[in-house]
């Protein structure tokens, strides 16, 4: 009997203790020390029990103390196998801890606002990130679920109620952009992304949503239509001719003025090859079309440009003037080629009547001018005229003779031009001509300019030459353009050309006035002229253009004081 009452000691007092371990485990203090103080009271009435036994004054009943035993090792059983099942509870807790710890980091730090909203349209979840987006804190938005509502823009604002409404209704995922006026009156452009939120049953539990700040991307789409629609307006509203191909020469893009010049739909063109469907094989000048194409896209950069004649559609011919380049992508690398023309083809029927209408002045005029040149020589030989008849006669003469000197120069000009002139240089003194020009440049004047006429340095009198291989008419018309311009910007002050000998030899032609900033970029071009009423703007150019026949170069400095215009001609003929 006493055996079993100490072995219900032994079982109650580790119950007791094993509860005070679970302590730590479970974080349950006062309960297990509860459950630890009333089995170290049934310890205690064992023991009383077993004393009382040992000194005669009670006899302890067999059936009870079994029956205190078998409850005893029940206790100590339970509590062992509760003590696992606490372990595994506090394990699972603590992982639940850490997964929302993470769950608060992922959802509390986003970048974005996220928001969780039950069925019923109230907040159950929303990021700290509304503040920076909204200027509201989360407890505004847990307090009023029409906070969201009143911050949309008025004209957003329907639209939104809408979208809420279905969202309640466990709608689709939903993806749209709308404004809101933040807390401090600033407009901002989110991007509203939501998805409807459901358990592992399928019941809807409300609607998780994402919203981000999208003003930079709204305002570079805005940006976007901006370039497209001034594209649209440059390109399609224009009256060039846009072409664009891919670097083997195949149509991609041609605009809707290129359609209707050549009469045909981008569906018929686009993948074709532009050379010999839009374009010739060849440009005005005979160079290739094709070899131009292949080395732009070869060279992967540059541009170029030329006249051609296309054949459109309906038969008709048309001249267009084309500028030809590369195209680079984001990357700076070769993408495509751009053409764009120009249709010059009136401008081509105004300069093909102008060449016929001089072509016309210059051989049909000759005949009946040599008429008017001769008529009054003849006139002169008859004796019953006075001296002042004879004079009015010379100066008539003169004034035929002068005009038909202007034909053969604008004759020549234009064969210079055309490149039709049949270069034919003989010996010719090439001092003795510029002594003539300055002469007659000289006294044409009123009041006369001198011109002064030096050779290496010394004064070049009538008995001093320079032979070169030349045309005499072709080098007085040059030499005389060149100083009558001298003179008439000198401003009467005199004007020097001095020609130093050797091969080749060396014209400068000095003044002491500088030229307008504005011509001397294009001084020797056509039609060049700057202060002077009367000017063709031709002299300058005819100038070149004789230099330039006889393999010689010439070139102008100017400054404050003063002009030098430099011919330089060799010495034997020309290279060919």
Not at 76 to 89: A, E, H
Not at 98 to 110: C, G
Not at 471 to 493: H, I, R
Request: proline residues 5%.
């Amino acid at each position: 009997m006493d055996l079993i009452i100490i072995a219900s000691i032994a079982l109650q007092l580790a119950a007791a203790v094993l509860a005070l371990f679970l302590i730590p485990e479970t974080g349950r203090r006062l309960s297990w020390i509860l459950i630890a103080a009333g089995l170290v009271g049934m310890v205690h009435r064992r023991v009383h029990t077993l004393y009382m036994s040992w000194q005669g004054a009670v006899v302890p009943d067999l059936a009870f103390e079994l029956i205190g035993l078998l409850v005893s090792i029940i206790i100590l059983l339970g509590i062992l196998q509760i003590r696992p099942i606490f372990r595994r509870l506090k394990a699972a807790n603590e992982e639940l801890a850490r997964s929302e710890e993470r769950f608060r980091t992922v959802s509390d730090f986003t970048y974005d606002w996220e928001y969780w909203r039950d069925p019923e349209g109230k907040f159950v979840y929303t990021s700290p990130s509304c503040l920076r987006i909204t200027g509201y804190p989360r407890t505004a938005f847990m307090e009023d679920p029409h906070l969201l509502t009143k911050l949309v823009h008025p004209e957003d604002r329907q639209l939104i109620r809408a979208h809420l409404m279905q969202e309640r209704k466990g709608a689709d995922s939903v993806s749209m952009d709308f404004r809101i006026v933040s807390k401090d009156g600033v407009e901002h452009w989110l991007s509203h992304r939501c998805v409807p939120v459901t358990n592992d049953r399928g019941e809807f539990l409300g609607t998780r949503a994402s919203n981000r700040i999208i003003d930079q991307r709204v305002e570079a789409e805005n940006r976007l239509r901006e370039s497209r629609r001034l594209y649209r307006d440059l390109v399609e509203q224009s009256h060039f001719i846009v072409l664009e191909t891919d670097l083997e020469g195949r149509v991609l893009f041609i605009n809707r003025f290129g359609q209707g010049f050549y009469g045909a739909a981008p569906e018929e063109l686009k993948g074709r090859e532009a050379v010999g469907l839009l374009l010739p094989e060849e440009d005005v000048e005979g160079g290739g079309l094709r070899a131009r194409f292949a080395g732009l896209a070869e060279k992967g950069e540059g541009h170029t440009f030329t006249e051609v004649e296309v054949l459109r559609r309906n038969e008709t011919k048309a001249f267009l003037s084309l500028a030809i380049s590369v195209l680079v992508n984001e990357m700076g690398r070769p993408s495509g080629i751009l053409c764009v023309g120009v249709d010059v083809t009136a401008r081509k029927a105004a300069e093909k009547l102008k060449e016929d209408v001089e072509r016309i002045v210059r051989h049909d005029l000759k005949s009946p001018l040599m008429g008017i040149i001769g008529l009054p020589r003849l006139m002169r030989e008859e004796e019953n005229l006075t001296d002042r008849q004879k004079e009015m006669l010379r100066v008539v003469e003169e004034a035929g003779m002068q005009m038909m000197d202007l034909i053969n120069q604008s004759l020549t000009l234009y064969k210079l031009e055309s490149g039709t002139y049949n270069h034919q240089p003989v010996p010719v003194d090439w001092l003795g001509i510029i002594r003539r020009a300055a002469r007659d440049t000289g006294m044409q004047r009123e009041p006369a300019c001198p011109v002064e006429v030096t050779l290496d340095g010394a004064e070049a009198g009538d008995g001093r030459e320079l032979i070169i291989q030349g045309e005499g008419t072709l080098l007085y018309g040059m030499v005389a353009n060149l100083l009558k311009n001298a003179v008439e910007a000198s401003g009467g002050e005199p004007v020097r050309a001095d020609l130093r000998s050797g091969d080749p030899c060396v014209l400068e032609i000095r003044n002491s006035q500088p030229v307008p900033p504005e011509v001397r970029q294009n001084f020797f071009d056509k039609y060049s002229t700057a202060g002077k009423g009367s000017g063709t703007g031709l002299g300058t150019y005819s100038a070149r253009l004789a230099v330039e026949a006889h393999g010689g170069t010439i070139d102008m400095d100017t400054g404050e004081t003063g002009t030098v215009v430099r011919v330089t001609l060799p010495r034997g003929n020309p290279p060919l």
